[in-house]
């Protein structure tokens, strides 16, 4: 069986991987997280205290919302159980 890996073990592969220069790739479409950001997301995926971890089947459920607004974006991470994270850096408002 193939092992996959925990939300915990990517933030640890990205954490290394943004030790070095951040790629930068652009698509037509972008939605965009400074590495800050990234790691921010993914530790919350890890931490948070989620009453769907034991499911297993559901582990790593997170959707990411760019809500744009007059003042700026808004960047969220929410996972499946419900709980959520605001990644927006508001001080470069
Ligand atoms: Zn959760």
């Known amino acids: 069986m193939s092992h996959t890996p925990t939300s915990k073990e990517q933030a640890q592969a990205l954490k290394q991987f943004y030790s070095g220069n951040p790629p930068t790739i ?10 800050e950001q990234t790691l ?11 009453g769907l971890n034991s499911a297993g089947a559901i582990g790593g ?10 003042l700026g974006q808004v ?4 996972c ?5 994270r605001d990644l927006t850096n508001y001080d470069e408002w």
């Open 26 to 35: 652009k698509h037509g479409f972008t939605f965009e997280l400074t590495p």
């Open 40 to 50: 921010s997301g993914l530790e919350f995926q890890a931490n948070h205290a989620c």
């Open 61 to 70: 459920a997170a959707t990411y919302q760019f809500t744009d607004t007059s």
């Open 75 to 78: 960047q969220r991470v929410k």
């Open 80 to 84: 499946a159980c419900g709980q959520s």
